[in-house]
Nanobody, 120 residues
Framework: HVQLVESGGGSAQAGESLRLSCAAS????????MNWYRQAPGEERTYVSS???????RYADSVKGRFTISQDNAKNTVYLQMNSLKPEDTAMYYCNKHCQPRYGSLYRDYWGQGTQVTVS
């Protein structure tokens, strides 16, 4: 059973930085990227960033150049370093893992509980 636990959210002033962490546990027979999404109040959940097992990264245009995703495979943890924060970055941030839990099973998405980021 895959579990994802986010931490590191909080309040920041515009221009400041925060670092989010996502600790993963549990087994996947096959897995795709680790992802970050965010959801502001009254809005849909949107994609932020991804990292694959080889360390290749992708970013939404809105965060490119400001956010950096990284991973520590020994700790099964993914990080999102957020610099030059803007008020529009305010949202609940969710960690996501897309994996095949067992051989022959369907792929499914796993989500953490989210961590709030508020920028003023």
């Amino acid at each position: 059973h895959v579990q994802l636990v986010e931490s590191g959210g909080g309040s920041a002033q515009a221009g400041e930085s925060l670092r989010l962490s996502c600790a993963a546990s549990g087994y996947c027979y096959k897995e795709h990227d680790m992802n970050w999404y965010r959801q502001a109040p009254g809005e849909e959940r949107t994609y932020v960033s991804s990292i694959d097992s080889g360390g290749s990264t992708r970013y939404a245009d809105s965060v490119k150049g400001r956010f950096t995703i990284s991973q520590d495979n020994a700790k099964n943890t993914v990080y999102l370093q957020m610099n030059s924060l803007k008020p529009e970055d305010t949202a609940m941030y969710y960690c996501n893992k897309h994996c095949q839990p067992r051989y022959g099973s369907l792929y499914r998405d796993y989500w953490g509980q989210g961590t709030q980021v508020t920028v003023s």
